[in-house]
């Protein structure tokens, strides 16, 4: 095993060069400060990345078949071999996925899986995957410029299709063995949710209502009671402002 400790990471891999963990170890020392900047709750404000030697090791820190997670970039988790209640406060990373990305999708992976990290206390069975997903996508690409075409393909061909969604996405299309592209247009459609709070009315409002949700203790009402309480509309409203927001952004 190798390690190369950081400002704000520990990159820890197995099988992999001393030069590809400074790599990792330089991208995740800028996604710290990105979610530090993002996000104004409490948290350690350092992050630990596990760079397995394959996939097939990536699978076995996890427990689980490494068929679930082929093509998924990175993941964040507890304690490896934990009870499972543990907050999670590690990145493991599929080095064949992560490794064909460039420079800025590799940010953008390590940025989005640092925010688990930042919001999991914050986060519960009451947080629905379109807003935990979403704000995470929201904080890995805030800041870059980047346009909704750009970073949405997926979903602007289905609006572009005419098929303009009628509701979120829910839990169950964010599954790593669902259809590739069913579960790359879920994750956009969090992501342009999340961005369109932040445009809309604040990004202090954004992260208001992320801790309004996780607070609720129970996923039936959460987000209807965020929405009024924080955003001062209904899910109703909320749903066809965003379909209206996907339409302007992606049409």
């Known amino acids: 095993m ?6 704000d990471s520990l990159v820890l891999g197995v099988g992999r060069g001393a030069r590809e ?20 709750g409490k948290w350690p404000g350092k992050v630990v990345v596990l760079v397995p030697r394959s ?10 078949p490494a068929s679930g997670y082929r093509g998924i970039a990175a993941v964040t988790t507890g304690e490896a071999g934990g009870p499972g209640r543990a907050p999670a406060d590690r990145i ?25 990290v930042a919001t999991r206390t914050r986060t519960s069975p009451a947080t629905p995957l379109w807003l935990s997903e979403g704000f995470a996508d929201w904080v890995g690409y805030r800041g870059t410029g980047r346009t909704a075409a750009q970073a ?3 979903l602007g061909r289905a609006v572009r299709g005419g098929e303009l969604p009628r509701e979120l996405p829910g839990d169950d299309e964010f599954g790593f063995g669902t259809d590739a ?3 790359a247009r879920a994750y956009e459609g969090g992501w342009l949710a999340c961005r369109m709070i932040a ?3 604040g990004e202090r409002r954004l992260t208001d209502f992320y801790r309004a949700v996780g607070g609720h203790g129970k996923r039936a009402g959460a987000v209807e009671d965020a929405l009024r309480d924080v955003l001062r509309t209904t899910p109703e409203e909320f749903t066809a402002r965003w379909r209206t927001y996907l339409r302007s952004e992606l049409g």
Do not use: C, S
């Not at 963990?21 to 104004?40: G, I, K």
């Open 2 to 7: 190798r390690a190369e400790r950081g400002a």
């Open 21 to 40: 963990l400074r790599a990792h170890r330089a991208l995740a020392d800028r996604a710290v400060p990105a979610v530090r900047d993002a996000w104004p």
């Open 55 to 64: 996939l097939k090791g990536m699978a076995g820190l996890l427990g689980a």
């Open 92 to 116: 493991i990373v599929n080095p064949e996925a992560y490794g064909v990305l460039g420079d800025f999708g590799k940010q953008v992976v390590l940025t989005h899986e640092t925010t688990h």
């Open 152 to 154: 949405a393909p997926e």
């Open 181 to 183: 592209g069913r579960l």
């Open 199 to 201: 445009d809309r009315w």
